[in-house]
DNA sequence: GTTACTAATTATGGAGACCTTCAAAAGTAA
DNA sequence: TTACTTTTGAAGGTCTCCATAATTAGTAAC
């Protein structure tokens, strides 16, 4: 049924204590032990048996004790969201993306290198080397320091970290994507399709936090999604939900080219470029224009009400490089979503924008160490890097 | 993040511990101390001490020692699954079907009370209630025996237990079925899409056993799904997950109408039987009967495909009336999904037959059951009909 | 500068639940 | 009847928690 939890020596309680009080502290200022006590439910004097023990395990520091108040001054102690770092890299058509966040998610550095959206394989791999170095370095940390990585690409991602297959970069396909970047950091490295990502985004700092069911779309010159499900990132048996585009019957292959069909732009636009004359037009009121949008928010909705239908989430969240057009975009997708829906979920724009994808990587790392560091059935590990 | 399992005191521990025994012995025959001792992990006397308190609250009672075995005998112990019972209710359209079963999920008494298709809502709540009063008589139970009841209806389910929306029994909209049932029978009572109910079925004693992630076709008269995600039922927020059939540009309303189409069953047949016709005649190799076949497998397999791109499941199962005649419609299904798919599932039927909506039924019961009489949170709660 | 007040810290004693170890008991097999 | 096997029962010890009381280190008032 649910998995079990066994059960055990009296060891166990104090893990689930540990646990307790950690999960109290992260995210928070320093707290003294009077409030530890009250918020794990424990008492005052084995809180502070767990909180020494933390202390001495290096999970916890002591930090100045509040100025200026009533009675002995408390001692205070904070989470050492400092004692180990993640990663959440994104590898895009024209920039290479790395973040550097500790264990609470504050990201302390951000590194962003550009790349030739022409660039094959090697030369996209080599920025991908070159900014999680520049990251490292500004951050001043080594590759040891790093607890966990996740990188976001687009295509279809298998468990091992491999690229199996890639329709915007062909030469892409095959990569083996964890083994490269393990090269650089420790601990464990992931590969997650960059929608996904984008989507876990949104649950964790976006519009769709404490969103249970949640469709994102990735709307931009490619068209893809994420879906979160009972609040959990939704990857399929083989990693291959969400393909949902790839029906015939509902094709967002097409999609795009209503938005190139467009000839209002000026000679020789770089067709990438294309769709921001589009929107530009449509939100002056071409009337052109607006039949193109139109014509493309209708494709959009049609695999978006698929998954409406399919899935029943409270919100869908528009994403990507056209959420930037929501203004001329949003009513339109809404509209069609509407004709066709049985309940009508909530339909809102990102807000995250292009660096919504990183977050998500920085969001799956930190899970992946939540589930070995913290985890129910172990307790809390020591505040070292887990075992690749 | 995750939800927190609070610490606390020594008796959590104990809790614990009492769930893990109850976890080892439960669906199993009776056991040994020496055996508990091995498989929860405990010492032989603190699984002595488990046990007794287990036993004294009623959970567990002592059964003859196994004969002829060196040494001195041991005491055996079993679950008494018999200590509560559950029902499963399935409102179909010509049967009323009740399932009486044990804490075990044995069913012991199985009920069914045949009801006019045309009968409206009056008439076929009264069917309802006698079946449940047939049930309870037969298995010597009253209502107040009955911890958790289950109801499976077609159409649109409220979190309330109310039918929201049928479309096959205009009538029915609107029926407050939780309510109803609520005045025979103690403790909580569900109310469920039938779809999902035999989709739930099929994960725990159909041919989706041990699958995580599943989309269930009831093909019939009507067609409906059931998604099983991450090893749980989907519902969606509001209870309207799985409608992909809504969707016009697949519309399941159509399916039925190829097999309608068929001209080759004698004048005057029923329309509900006109389906077996033609796969009669289909099996025998009516080339016009094959055709519309074929054609109604492509309308099922353009939702079906639809679910599968998005959700990527393990398994696909073929399930409900149509299911009979699944040497005819298998094969087509699976060449129409194959078509569309960019990872092909397992595509299978099930086994159940046409008690899958009233096993699921008693499935959900028990699992509710499990929450509240199980939880990791509160441990073993007392062997009586838990609170409604 | 002393005294009163406040709230945290430290110390003490006790209870519950677990473990290991060993002797006694209750069977079967020779 | 004796030897062997396995369970049972009892004893002693450890760990983790709790409640309570005494001590300490500040602020506030006089």
Redesign the pocket.
Known sequence: MTEQLA?????R??QL?ALAVVHVLRGRPAL???ELSRDT??????T???VLQLQSQGWLEEVQPA?????????RYRFRSDAGRVLGVDIGGHTIRVLAADLDGEVGHTVRVPVAITAGRAERLRAVDAAIAQCLSVAGLTGADIWATTVGTSGLVDAAGRVVLSVAFPEWTGVQLAQHVGRLVGGTVLVENDSRLAALAETWRGVARYAQHVVYLLAGLRTGTGLIIDGKLHRGFAQAAGEIGALPELGWIRAQEHLRSWTGAPAGTDPDDLAGYVFASAREGDRKAVAVVRRYAKELALGASALVLALDPQLVVLGGGFSRSADVLLEPLRREIEKRCVRIPEIVTSTLGDESVALGAVKLSLEHLQEHLFDVRTGVAAPVRPAR
């Open positions: 059960g055990g020596d009296l060891s309680l104090r204590n003294t032990l009077t439910g424990l008492s005052r004097p084995s502070e048996d767990v100025p200026g108040v009533m009675g002995r001054p408390a001692r």
